[in-house]
């Protein structure tokens, strides 16, 4: 019984952490300019995200690894260096992204701006961080993030035309109002959303953080296999639910009021207050997670003593990598810089990253040094090596598009 | 002149390749404590471009190099010897996927960073010797 209310956990925890702010705000743009003719590319992204982090946290466990001291033993020093600055750019960005996101909801609860939110929401990061154990705070975050259900309910209410919708799902073709370029733009925004990086560094050493042995492999695949293609769901609920009202006004989405207002157009005042809760704890668990990704990464590069499960006095070089983040990154926040803006390109950003990040767990993974017999199978090889293909040609597109398109503009 | 052939390399026991395990690995102590990472290996061999002798025998690894050595490394040049943090190839204790020393984190020369952030700066946050709740 116990053994299957961790199972249950596990899942509805990876439904709700799959979201976040990077997500959000490109399912809403895609979904108000695209309708759902994009959605095959979450598919495609959910898969690969499956695969990957499902081999990252195999890797973690067995041979109690985590991915960024894989990618520096594999690639060496010297590219491992050029991939630690790429990734770690890439992060600090999406930690300035989430934390706006947590104050962006805020103020659309509150009133009060964001920038005064921004102080309060960082310091709140940071004491989780600081104090609260890891397995409370994956927990509470990926719970309260099952709010966004909200999304698929009220697209439901809506009562949409669910023929054309699954028309524009099935039998994908760029609307007439846009250009062949800036539907592949959003095609590698989309992957890049569902594929961040910072998503399996945070998987594997949350494996070690949490002790994983080879024991728990068969409990980390229902989560993967289960949780992330259900949160994948909730991304595809958020492009529906934009696609069915946005699109046909032609509301552009260009914050988070138009992201919530498809759910207040079906369900009301009740639906955005669900709605809000859940984006605060989609984004504030993102927040954690790709805070702690930051520090995960430079400590895991330079071999320091990292870990939540560690008191941070015995990781002193970790927590202070992390409180340097978290007073630099908001404070670029309060120059006005928009956070949904930055999002936007974080996601593309991400897109960029990935084959450096990709490619040395797919090494790792098949050396029997490190794996024993739990080595990848044969049928895992070779989609895996189909995904590098695909990530490579997402990631060498990224930059011509963005700059083709004026970034999707 | 008869040429003489250079020695066969002693295969007894494991031979390691250093590029591949040593170089970048981890590296913990004697408690399981992460240290730091291989940045670079001090051997003893001759100054380069000195010639060698017959019947030389094979450089032998004399040290673990980190700090500086990472810079120097990846962008060539060489530190004074006294700016190297050492950890002396005698320290090393077990040799897999990661490299365990025999003694503690807290001896060593290459956790002083560590130790200096955690006493003046981490250790002095409330909160920051207790365990997480």
């Given at each position: 019984?116990?053994?299957?209310?961790?199972?249950?956990?596990?899942?509805?925890?990876?439904?709700?952490?799959?979201?976040?702010?990077?997500?959000l705000v490109?399912?809403a743009v895609?979904g108000s300019?695209?309708?759902?003719?994009?959605?095959?590319?979450?598919?495609?992204?959910?898969?690969?995200?499956?695969?990957?982090?499902?081999?990252?946290?195999?890797?973690?466990?067995?041979?109690?690894?985590?991915?960024?001291?894989?990618?520096?033993?594999?690639?060496?020093?010297?590219?491992?260096?050029?991939?630690?600055?790429?990734?770690?750019?890439?992060?600090?960005?999406?930690?300035?992204?989430?934390?706006?996101?947590?104050?962006?909801?805020?103020?659309l609860?509150?009133?009060?701006?964001?920038?005064?939110?921004?102080?309060?929401?960082?310091?709140?990061?940071?004491?989780?961080?600081?104090?609260?154990?890891?397995?409370?705070?994956?927990?509470?975050?990926?719970?309260?993030?099952?709010?966004?259900?909200v999304f698929?309910?009220a697209l439901?209410?809506l009562?949409?035309?669910?023929?054309?919708?699954?028309?524009?799902?099935?039998?994908?073709?760029?609307?007439?109002?846009?250009?062949?370029?800036?539907?592949?733009?959003?095609?590698?925004?989309?992957?890049?959303?569902?594929?961040?990086?910072?998503?399996?560094?945070?998987?594997?050493?949350?494996?070690?953080?949490?002790?994983?042995?080879?024991?728990?492999?068969?409990?980390?695949?229902?989560?993967?296999?289960?949780?992330?293609?259900?949160?994948?769901?909730?991304?595809?609920?958020i492009?529906g639910t934009a696609a069915v009202v946005l699109l046909p006004a032609g509301i552009e989405v260009s914050s988070l009021s138009e992201v919530v207002l498809p759910v207040v157009a079906g369900g009301g005042k009740?639906a955005l207050?669900?709605a809000l809760?859940?984006i605060?704890?989609?984004?504030?668990?993102?927040?954690?997670?790709?805070?702690?990704?930051?520090?995960?990464?430079?400590?895991?590069?330079?071999?320091?003593?990292?870990?939540?499960?560690?008191?941070?006095?015995?990781?002193?070089?970790?927590?202070?990598?992390?409180?340097?983040?978290?007073?630099?990154?908001?404070?670029?926040?309060?120059?006005?810089?928009?956070?949904?803006?930055?999002?936007?390109?974080?996601?593309?950003?991400?897109?960029?990253?990935?084959?450096?990040?990709?490619?040395?767990?797919?090494?790792?993974?098949?050396?029997?040094?490190?794996?024993?017999?739990?080595?990848?199978?044969?049928?895992?090889?070779?989609?895996?090596?189909?995904?590098?293909?695909?990530?490579?040609?997402?990631?060498?597109?990224?930059?011509?598009?963005?700059?083709?398109?004026?970034?999707?503009? | 002149?008869?040429?003489?052939?250079?020695?066969?390399?002693?295969?007894?026991?494991?031979?390691?390749?250093?590029?591949?395990?040593?170089?970048?690995?981890?590296?913990?102590?004697?408690?399981?404590?992460?240290?730091?990472?291989?940045?670079?290996?001090?051997?003893?061999?001759?100054?380069?471009?000195?010639?060698?002798?017959?019947?030389?025998?094979?450089?032998?690894?004399?040290?673990?190099?980190?700090?500086?050595?990472?810079?120097?490394?990846?962008?060539?040049?060489?530190?004074?010897?006294?700016?190297?943090?050492?950890?002396?190839?005698?320290?090393?204790?077990?040799?897999?996927?990661?490299?365990?020393?025999?003694?503690?984190?807290?001896?060593?020369?290459?956790?002083?960073?560590?130790?200096?952030?955690?006493?003046?700066?981490?250790?002095?946050?409330?909160?920051?010797?207790?365990?997480?709740?």
């Open positions: 019984m116990k053994r299957l209310l961790g199972v249950a956990l596990g899942i509805l925890t990876a439904i709700g952490g799959f979201v976040d702010i990077g997500d490109a399912n895609v300019r695209f309708g759902l003719s994009l959605v095959w590319v979450v598919a495609v992204g959910v898969l690969g995200i499956c695969l990957f982090a499902n081999m990252s946290g195999r890797v973690a466990a067995v041979s109690n690894r985590a991915t960024f001291e894989v990618i520096r033993e594999r690639l060496g020093a010297r590219a491992g260096l050029a991939n630690l600055g790429a990734s770690f750019f890439i992060n600090l960005m999406t930690v300035i992204a989430e934390i706006g996101g947590i104050c962006l909801a805020l103020q609860a509150s009133s009060v701006s964001y920038l005064l939110w921004v102080p309060v929401a960082t310091a709140a990061v940071w004491l989780v961080i600081w104090r609260v154990r890891f397995s409370i705070m994956e927990n509470v975050a990926g719970l309260l993030g099952l709010s966004l259900i698929a309910v439901f209410l009562q949409p035309d669910w023929g054309s919708l699954a028309g524009q799902a099935l039998a994908p073709h760029v609307p007439e109002s846009e250009t062949p370029a800036t539907y592949w733009f959003y095609a590698v925004a989309l992957f890049g959303a569902a594929m961040t990086p910072y998503e399996v560094f945070f998987f594997s050493s949350g494996a070690v953080e949490e002790g994983w042995t080879a024991k728990d492999l068969v409990l980390s695949r229902i989560n993967v296999f289960v949780g992330f293609p259900l949160g994948g769901f909730l991304s595809v609920a492009a009740i207050a669900f809760v859940g605060v704890a989609a984004t504030f668990g993102a927040a954690l997670e790709t805070t702690l990704s930051s520090g995960y990464t430079l400590a895991q590069f330079f071999g320091w003593s990292w870990g939540k499960f560690r008191r941070p006095a015995q990781a002193a070089r970790f927590h202070l990598a992390m409180i340097i983040c978290l007073l630099a990154g908001p404070s670029l926040l309060a120059t006005g810089v928009d956070p949904i803006l930055l999002t936007e390109y974080s996601v593309v950003f991400s897109a960029i990253a990935l084959p450096l990040t990709y490619l040395p767990i797919l090494i790792v993974a098949n050396d029997q040094q490190y794996m024993g017999k739990h080595v990848n199978p044969r049928a895992v090889n070779i989609l895996a090596t189909i995904y590098l293909v695909i990530i490579l040609a997402a990631s060498l597109s990224a930059i011509p598009l963005m700059i083709m398109t004026g970034a999707g503009s | 002149m008869t040429r003489q052939r250079l020695p066969a390399p002693d295969t007894n026991g494991r031979s390691l390749d250093a590029q591949l395990h040593l170089l970048d690995r981890q590296i913990v102590d004697a408690d399981g404590v992460p240290v730091t990472t291989v940045d670079d290996l001090e051997l003893d061999s001759p100054v380069p471009g000195t010639p060698i002798e017959q019947g030389t025998p094979a450089p032998r690894i004399q040290a673990l190099l980190t700090g500086p050595a990472l810079v120097t490394r990846i962008f060539g040049g060489k530190p004074p010897a006294s700016r190297l943090i050492r950890i002396p190839w005698s320290d090393v204790a077990g040799l897999g996927t990661i490299i365990s020393l025999g003694v503690r984190a807290n001896s060593l020369d290459a956790s002083w960073v560590e130790r200096w952030i955690r006493d003046h700066l981490i250790g002095k946050i409330p909160g920051g010797r207790h365990d997480p709740q």
